[in-house]
């Protein structure tokens, strides 16, 4: 009966808050006067007004592809509308099922959840009828609409309290992963690399390498090439043609004073003691050794975050300026008055003075004028482009009648001089066709530019002349892959035959307590996978990627600690996941099987009314 009643108590918030917060002031009470519900299950009503509350909650739970509110239009393109109904015709089958049970709640139940929902208190705290009144009438319903509504939600709960009561996990579900999160192992491993070998690696013949480039051809392939002709205007080829006058400068110069010329400031901590005789105890008992500044922080219920004041001046500090400024980094003044109080101050460092001369930044600041003035020439000129492209010229025309600058690129995606650079002419490469006449696109830095698809290259294998270095190193590469992975079996079999890892003249290793998730930055990538995957002492195991090869052999199995509360809090979380996921299958199936033996009666026309209300 507890959790039945808690279960209840949660029920009501819940309504309460997708009453009070999800209504908003909005309510379906126009369509047409007589409709008011959009459907039934049984002989329990889907109103116009939960269906309608339900979809504003849903809307304001909501985030729109581009961070903003979602629209409706945009929520029925993912069809949300639909979840929502599906949902309340979710809650009306529990509504359904519980009446055909014959659950019911009395009048003293009611009033007890009524009267303990803070919702409907007064200033004192008590119930106050009028407050009850007043909010259910902002949601648009009267007290016995409310009560009916509560007095469901509850017996809803009854009903869910009992399906979902005693779902206990199966004991070996969460022990099995824990075993296999929390075991560790100890074992010996090493790198096989060349000096291993017997025998140095031989040049390759002609033969082997032409085998090779023919075998593996796909490695030495051109990229697909794109021919594509632009016409490009920057603010780096207008930058020359910008006129800056020193009057400007000095007018930028002066505007940016405070960013470029700083005062001294001090980096400065201030713990405020309200009571005088109590900060005068505390810079004593700091004087005479008797405490810390950081546990008097930690005394008043602060951390040293709280009391930061970041850098100051002089003038920030106030009367206590003077003092903090005579302090060096370290030392803790005070007390000191405040317009909060007493304090005391810890100086945690000194910023000098920044002074920048004019001249030290006149470039800077002619550069950073003429960038954005050059913007601004390019940005009245587009107009002009855009007339020029759309009368049908051609780029190299519009090159040779602006300012414009004409050029080539043969583009692939990794392509990065020229305007390959920019992300807008990257993405408008990858994506234009021959057929597609020349526009004008917007660069990252406020240039402008066009381009046309001239024709494209597909991808070819280099010949192996110009590729011949690569298919040496490759070749030679492979090969020693081979012969290190060799080794390392042949080793792996001496191991076997009873010899110690220790004598087979490998630097050799030693790790333990290695969990499946530790990383040794120098083993291949499926190491640790391949070790977990032994079975017993003694075992070993050849491992490879990339370049790497390595041998390891396992010493010790290790169970996972009982004791360790990490492993502990993985079991409790897994047996909890475990719990709800069989709750909701439970759910799902209960309701499943409701509504295969319920009349459900849905209509349209309401639920499209009230989906215009939004």
């Known amino acids: 009966m507890n959790a039945s009643g808690k279960t209840t108590k949660t029920l009501v918030w819940i309504l309460m808050g997708m009453l009070i917060l999800g209504l908003g002031g909005f309510g379906v009470t126009n369509l047409g006067g007589s409709v008011r519900t959009i459907g039934s299950v049984g002989d329990k009503p889907i109103t116009t007004q939960s269906y309608s509350r339900a979809l504003q909650q849903m809307l304001r739970g909501q985030v729109s592809a581009s961070g903003g509110a979602m629209s409706f239009a945009e929520a029925q393109s993912q069809q949300l509308d639909r979840l929502v109904l599906s949902q309340l015709i ?46 259910l009438q902002q949601i648009g319903l009267t007290e016995r609409e409310y009560e009916e509504i509560v007095r469901e939600e509850i017996a809803r709960g009854i009903v869910q309290t009992a399906m979902f009561s005693n779902i206990e996990p199966t004991p070996s579900y969460a022990e099995t992963i824990v075993q296999f999160i929390g075991e560790k192992r100890d074992f010996k491993w090493a790198i096989i690399d060349e000096n291993a ?29 794109r021919n594509i002709t632009y016409a490009i205007l920057t603010p780096e080829q207008m930058i020359e043609q910008v006129e800056v006058d020193e009057n400007t400068l000095r007018q930028l110069y002066e505007e940016r004073a405070t960013e470029l010329n700083r005062p001294e400031r001090r980096l400065v901590e201030r713990l405020i ?21 950081e546990n ?57 003075a920044v002074t920048t001369e004019f001249a030290d ?39 040779s009648e602006t300012i414009m600058e004409l050029g080539q690129i043969e583009w692939h995606s990794r392509s990065e001089a020229g305007p390959a650079g920019y992300a807008a002419f990257r993405e408008a490469a990858d994506r234009i066709t021959t057929e597609d006449f020349p526009e004008l696109l917007e660069l990252d830095d406020g240039g402008l530019i066009a381009l046309r698809l001239d024709g494209e290259v597909p991808s070819v294998a280099q010949p192996l002349e110009e590729v011949r270095e690569r298919v040496i190193a490759d070749e030679r590469q492979s090969r020693l892959i081979q012969a290190l992975s060799a080794k390392a079996r042949d080793l792996s079999d001496q191991i076997a035959e009873g010899n110690d890892f220790d004598t087979l003249g490998v630097s ?29 002492p003694g075992e070993t195991t050849v491992s490879q990627g990339g370049s790497t090869v390595t041998l390891a052999q396992l010493e010790t199995i290790i169970s ?20 709800n996921d069989i709750a909701q299958d439970m759910y799902n199936m209960f309701i499943t099987d409701i509504q295969a033996r319920t009349p459900i009666i849905l209509d349209e026309t309401a639920i499209n009314a009230v989906n215009a209300q939004f």
């Open 273 to 293: 003691i309200s009571d005088e005789k109590e900060a005068e105890a505390a810079a004593t008992a700091l004087n005479n050794r008797e405490t810390s500044f």
């Open 508 to 536: 050799v290793r030693r790790e333990t307590d290695m969990t499946r998730t530790d990383f040794l930055p120098e083993a291949p990538a499926g190491f640790m996978v391949d070790l977990f995957a032994l079975k017993s």
């Open 361 to 399: 930044v006149r470039d800077e600041l002619r550069d950073e004028f003429a960038q954005g003035r050059a913007r601004r020439l390019i940005d009245n000129e587009r107009d002009a482009f855009d007339d020029l492209l759309a009368s049908g010229a051609t780029l190299e025309e519009l090159a």
């Open 197 to 225: 070998l017997a025998e140095p690696l031989s040049d390759p013949s002609t033969e082997e390498l032409e085998a090779f480039y023919s075998q593996n051809q796909s490695r030495y392939m051109t990229p697909d090439l």
């Open 560 to 579: 996972p600690n009982p004791n360790d509360e990490s492993l502990e809090s993985t079991r409790q979380l897994l047996e909890d996941q475990y719990r």
């Open 90 to 135: 979710a809650a009306r089958s529990l509504d359904s099922e519980a009446a055909q049970l014959g659950l019911s709640v009395g009048d003293e139940r009611l009033a007890a959840q009524i009267l303990s929902t803070d919702a409907f208190r007064g200033v004192n705290g008590e119930f106050n009828r009028d407050d009850y009144r007043f909010r």
């Open 296 to 352: 008097l922080v930690k005394e008043r219920g602060l951390e040293l975050g709280d009391i930061d004041m970041g850098d100051v001046t002089l003038q920030d500090l106030g009367d206590a300026g003077e003092a903090v400024f005579a302090a060096q980094t370290g030392d803790i003044v005070g007390p000191l008055q405040t317009s909060l109080g007493p304090a005391l101050f810890r100086v945690n460092g000194v910023l000098a």
